[in-house]
């Protein structure tokens, strides 16, 4: 007689900290502006690490895992002993990102940043204070202290959402096991049961480096992307949305499922973290965090009222003022130089968020509803036909 625990899963449960990479917007020939890093990704700033965990699994009562973790580090193991500058922004707040009050009081972000499903933030948060505890010795008080910055999209629409699969030791496997290298997209992490503009999406990231004054910096940005409706999709300012209509299913056909196609409406979310080493004050970060809403909208967005877009940004300069003494110094662009970040965080959102759609795979979920990734060959004939195709650079 099987366990309760051997019938509850019809497949063995996925757990994962990075995927193989996959095909990439560039890859098929979407043009973008800008000068990506060595990876186009957010761990081209360097320092910035990132861990995913994902969770997929098929239990008993037809109920689909379909979530995980996503963990950016910003000083990498450094990270909780050492805060970095930084800023917030809701464009629109029907969401949640934890600790942001006290990045508006302070101007610091302290320890990383993370990303799950909407009903898992709890846990993940608790998760995090607790590797924080566990990291290192107290402060002088001889109390540690911590509130983690932790956010959320909502994947009900494929993931058990109310089963909390999430669960501490995924958490911190997602931070042990934080790299520098190229990240997983699509259907990994944090994003592993998202949807945006109607089609499968996800995680995705991208970077810019920019020149000012002799000097070059870097601005990378991930998304946690489940927003959007698709007749108001652009992609490299092709409307896309209006010419893919109809793969609009999201309900398996073979189980008639009723009453489970995705809400009217902008109801969904997108989180945007934003890293660069560029030396910024916090009331600058806020700035920047600003600007991942004008990559939001060249995808079409108009952050409509029942979605959570919510940016944070920071910056892994000046790591002298993070340590000891009462005094500290540190340098900062001036505001009437900050037009080519500003410029860097709008291209590199926009791409990231391409970037998710194009990792992502058809998925079944919860219910046996499903979400069918946006078809390749179909974007690249519209880009084409608006002559916007840019062939891959081999």
């Known amino acids: 007689m099987p366990t309760i625990a051997v019938r509850m899963f019809a497949l063995a449960l996925f757990v994962a900290s990075a995927a ?3 095909e990439r ?3 098929i020939g979407i043009p973008f502006d800008g000068t990506p890093g060595a990876r186009n990704a957010i761990t081209d700033v360097a320092g910035v690490t990132v861990g995913q965990v994902t969770l997929i699994a098929d239990a008993a009562g037809d109920h689909k895992v379909r979530t995980g973790v996503t963990a950016i580090l910003p000083r990498g193991r450094g990270t909780f002993d050492n805060w970095v500058f930084g800023g917030w922004f809701a464009l629109n707040g029907n969401g949640e990102m934890t600790g942001t009050t006290w990045i508006s009081e302070s101007g610091q972000l302290e320890g990383p940043v993370l990303l799950t499903n909407t009903h898992s933030v709890g846990v993940v948060r608790d998760a995090v204070i607790a590797q924080r505890v566990q990291a290192g010795g107290a402060d002088s008080s001889g109390y540690w202290w911590s509130l983690p910055v932790v956010a959320e999209t909502w994947d009900g629409h494929l993931n058990d959402i109310n089963g909390f699969h999430v669960k501490p030791e995924h958490v911190a496997q997602a931070l042990r096991e934080a790299n520098d290298g190229p990240v997983a997209e699509g259907n990994v992490g944090g994003g592993t049961g998202m949807i945006c503009h109607e089609f499968k999406c996800g995680i995705g990231t991208a970077s810019r480096t920019v020149q000012q004054d002799g000097r ?7 998304v946690q992307a489940n927003y959007g409706i698709r007749d108001t999709l652009r ?4 409307p896309v949305g209006q010419q893919l209509r109809n793969d609009r299913v999201y309900t398996d056909p073979a189980l008639a499922v009723e009453g489970h196609d995705v809400p009217g409406g902008d109801t969904g979310s997108i989180i945007v973290v934003v890293a660069t080493d560029a030396p910024l004050l916090p009331h600058q970060l806020d700035r920047v965090a600003k600007r991942a809403g004008m990559g939001l909208a060249r995808m079409g ?6 979605s959570g877009d919510i940016f944070v940004a920071f910056s892994t300069a000046n790591a002298d003022a993070a340590k000891g003494g009462a005094v500290k110094e540190a340098k900062f662009i001036g505001n009437d130089d900050l037009d080519r970040l500003f410029l860097a965080t709008v291209q590199a959102t926009e791409e990231a968020i391409v970037n998710a759609m194009i990792a992502a795979k058809d998925m079944r979920g919860e219910g046996g509803r499903y979400a069918k990734a946006i078809d390749h060959v179909a974007l690249v004939r519209l880009l084409k036909q608006y002559n916007r195709y840019e062939p891959a650079k081999r």
Do not use: C, F, K
């Open 301 to 306: 967005s108009y952050a409509g009222n029942g």
């Open 20 to 22: 193989q990479a996959g």
């Open 235 to 238: 992609i490299a300012g092709v």
């Open 25 to 27: 917007a560039r890859d």
């Open 216 to 222: 070059a910096y870097t601005v990378g940005v991930l």
